[in-house]
T-cell receptor
Framework: DQQVKQNSPSLSVQEGRISILNCDYTNSMFDYFLWYKKYPAEGPTFLISISSIKDKNEDGRFTVFLNKSAKHLSLHIVPSQPGDSAVYFC????????????FGKGTSLLVTP | EAGVTQFPSHSVIEKGQTVTLRCDPI?????LYWYRRVMGKEIKFLLH????????ESGMPNNRFLAERTGGTYSTLKVQPAELEDSGVYFC???????????????FGPGTRLTVL
């Protein structure tokens, strides 16, 4: 039933290196994808998004790549910083059937000095 | 500009009791959403308001849950009677009209942690 999957519950990366977070989806009707970042006791904070008509979107240190044929997207953070340590959620929506976001379970990123 | 606010931040109630959660969206945001995260699971959509109208309530688990948004401003989510499996974090989010923007960026509140004993 879960349409968005983040198969890595956790990831540890050294400061300055690249962090790559992955996300897979099953619903081919999804046309908008978002990444959210979440700190403990806070709500998810929007990070970056991508429309299905694109395959890449970049914003500063954050880049999202979309591979529609593989139903896969990834978030690249480079260079990683200790303040990036948080849980990252991938989300997807199908604008033709509403604006509900379908979330993955999240990946906990730890950036070590 | 104030973000999405939710009240209370925590609520501990006994099974069978009633709890009402409140969400104040960002001013000017017509779209308001409720989500829930049960321990160990993903954040799941509950429902979507456009102003005071329920646009999509396909995620509401059962009729013990009642959401309202009178006047199209703040929203309440009432659980009556609460059951053990209702425990979790309830998030509210708001967004501007997706039709005027290129994406549906939803801004989330800090959540209400509900514990049913």
């Amino acid at each position: 039933d879960q349409q968005v999957k983040q198969n890595s519950p956790s990831l540890s990366v050294q400061e300055g290196r690249i962090s790559i977070l992955n996300c897979d989806y099953t619903n081919s009707m999804f046309d908008y994808f978002l990444w959210y970042k979440k700190y403990p006791a806070e709500g998810p904070t929007f990070l970056i998004s991508i429309s299905s008509i694109k395959d890449k979107n970049e914003d500063g240190r954050f880049t999202v790549f979309l591979n529609k044929s593989a139903k896969h997207l990834s978030l690249h953070i480079v260079p990683s910083q200790p303040g990036d340590s948080a849980v990252y959620f991938c989300a997807a929506s199908d604008s033709n059937s509403g604006y509900a976001l379908n979330f993955g379970k999240g990946t906990s990123l730890l950036v070590t000095p | 500009e104030a973000g999405v606010t939710q009240f209370p931040s925590h609520s501990v109630i006994e099974k069978g009791q009633t709890v009402t959660l409140r969400c104040d969206p960002i001013s000017g945001h017509d779209n308001l959403y409720w989500y829930r995260r049960v321990m160990g699971k993903e954040i799941k959509f509950l429902l979507h308001f456009v102003k005071e109208s329920k646009q999509d309530e396909s995620g509401m688990p059962n009729n013990r849950f009642l959401a309202e948004r009178t006047g199209g401003t703040y929203s309440t989510l009432k659980v009556q009677p609460a059951e053990l499996e209702d425990s979790g974090v309830y998030f509210c989010a708001s967004s501007q009209d997706p039709g005027t923007h290129s994406y549906n960026e939803q801004f989330f509140g800090p959540g209400t942690r509900l514990t049913v004993l």
